[in-house]
């Protein structure tokens, strides 16, 4: 089987890779995996979202779990759901992917991403499905079989817990625009916003099913960095397009990093008692001028795997309460099971309410960003090339040049068929002149060998 588990869930093209009936049998296997009485499941907006919330909800209840179909809402808000009312949940979305491909979030009781030996045990059954679609035990009938209704209110419920993380206290005099990315928080984040107390202007809030992550949200701030200046905004905040991931820009245009956001809110919760453990959870896509600033501010660092659900999983075993990723994955684990963008920017604007400080200034006095170059390159087999003994000895060579002030890491991307090529050098010419050299290196070796 070709679809399996990525770094979250399965993803591919709609009605190619990621079929109904693929779906489908995705959803018998799950149930029989997860055995509850009743699963929550939402969507975003893309056009082949409802086709297969259908397809995945009735292999659910064709195993005799009712579904309550949540409608479009974030997966942070799916995940709340899940947690609230302690049943799995699934999510439709291929998050900052194009329109044309979808993908599936699963979520167990209590909204954690699921752990990788029940992604596995999951696969397995999926494979019996589709080898052989009377594989398990016989079907059920009758009043056996699930139910499927919908629940478009669970959306209020998300919303109070949203604007519960800030306290009661309140962001009126802040003038923050929103990118929505045409996608799942299209209606809640304005609304989270606007009854925060902010005066709030928001784009991409009219998805058409086609739109979703098209020259906007988090993939492409650029056009909120233009508009946001043009309104006079303090703070801008774009979303991907399940809204588990932010980017911010600041009121001149600058663009900050999910690194540069942890190291802001690491020094607020450190200077307030609120950092557990007085330790931040990053991955190894995380730059080193982040690791820099928390090492100034005594603060210590857990490295993971990329992958929100590794951070996650760092969190609860260490029991700390702050982690995220370079993309802008943040986890603020005492109030929230999973990456939530809205949460995000609801506490970022709270902090420069309290403190005074536009976003620009908390960056500077939080870390200085040192070079960092990424590079994506597309071969058909990612796990393979990191093998080859000749790019192996190109990234040692590298390595060996960069010295100590430099950084290397090459990774296959959990969703895509990548390498990811990572370099970070005290100059950025520097890094950029390594990261193509391994970048060619890749290229050769996933074409034979390296060239001449």
Known sequence: MATRFGTDGIRGTANAELTPELVLALGRATARVLPADRFVVGRDTRRSGSMLQAALSAGIASEGADVVDLGVLPTPGVAWVSAAQNVPAAVISASHN??????????????????LEVEQAIEKELEGLLDAPGHGPLPVTGHGVGRLRSDHEAAAGYLDHLLGSIEGRSLTGLR?????????????????????????????CEPDGANIN???????????????????????????????????????????????????????????????????????????????????????VRETPVGDRNVLEALDAYGLALGGEQSGHLVFRNLATTGDGILTGLLLADLVARSG????????????????????????????????????????????????????????????????????????TEARIAAERLRDAVQAAASGGLLG
Not at 181 to 204: D, K, L, M, T, Y
Not at 359 to 380: I, S
Not at 397 to 408: D, I, M, N, T
């Open 357 to 428: 400080r536009s976003l620009r200034d908390l960056v500077e006095g939080a870390m200085q960003r040192v070079p960092q170059v990424l590079v994506n390159v597309e071969v058909p087999e990612p796990e393979m090339v990191l093998d080859d003994e000749m790019l192996q000895a190109e990234l040692h060579s590298v390595e060996k040049e960069l010295g100590a002030g430099g950084r290397v890491l090459l990774r296959c991307s959990g969703t895509e068929p990548l390498v990811r090529v990572m370099v970070e050098a005290s100059d950025e």
């Open 176 to 204: 923050i625009m929103l990118d929505c990315a045409n996608g799942a928080a299209s209606s809640v984040a304005p609304e989270a916003f606007g009854r925060a107390g902010a005066e709030v202007q928001a784009i991409g």
């Open 98 to 115: 194009p329109f044309a491909d979808n993908g599936v979030k699963l979520f167990a009781p209590g909204g954690l991403k699921l752990p």
């Open 214 to 300: 098209d020259g906007c949200g988090s993939t492409a701030p650029e056009r909120l960095a233009l508009e946001l200046a043009a309104w006079g905004a303090d703070l801008g905040l774009a979303l991907d397009g399940d809204a588990d991931r932010l980017v911010a820009v600041d009121h001149t245009g600058y663009v900050a990093s999910g690194d540069e956001l942890l190291a802001i809110f690491a020094r607020d919760m450190s200077s307030r008692g609120r950092l557990a453990g007085n330790t931040v959870v990053v991955t190894v896509m995380s730059n080193l001028g982040l690791r820099l600033a928390l090492a100034e501010l005594g603060v210590s």
